[in-house]
């Protein structure tokens, strides 16, 4: 595998592969879920601080690089453990807002001055 492509599909079998190997078996789909809502709410921290009119404090992480990667990979392990092909259930989402809203954005005007 390249090490710069990774499909919706490996990272699930990667996150599956290592909660097998190193993390003795998945928390439960609550407890997961608690901690997606946790890790986005420590991405929403950077970005108001980052993009928003909050500073950071001293010492405060600054990149949303691994929040985000927690975001992804709490997610990730919700998907493996209801059994959602991510792959699949994002083309559907894709073909979803694109035929809900392919002329929505482009005639909003408060989006197009």
């Keep these: 595998m390249d090490k ?6 490996q990272a699930q079998e990667q996150v599956d592969e ?3 190997t190193y993390g003795v078996r998945y928390f439960s789909e609550l407890t997961n879920m608690a901690i997606l809502t946790e890790e986005v709410g420590e991405l ?13 404090k001293p010492g405060e992480p600054q990149d949303p690089a691994d929040e ?15 059994g959602v092909d991510l792959t699949d259930a994002f083309r559907k ?7 809900r809203d ?3 954005h482009r005639s909003n005007p408060k989006l197009n001055p």
């Design 68 to 82: 985000m990667a927690d975001v992804l990979w709490v997610l990730l392990c919700l998907a493996n453990q209801t």
């Design 18 to 20: 290592w909660i097998r």
């Design 4 to 9: 710069t492509t990774l499909t919706l599909q």
């Design 102 to 104: 392919k002329e929505r």
């Design 44 to 56: 929403a921290r950077i970005m108001s601080r980052k993009y928003g009119e909050q500073s950071f």
């Design 93 to 99: 989402n894709l073909e979803k807002k694109t035929l």
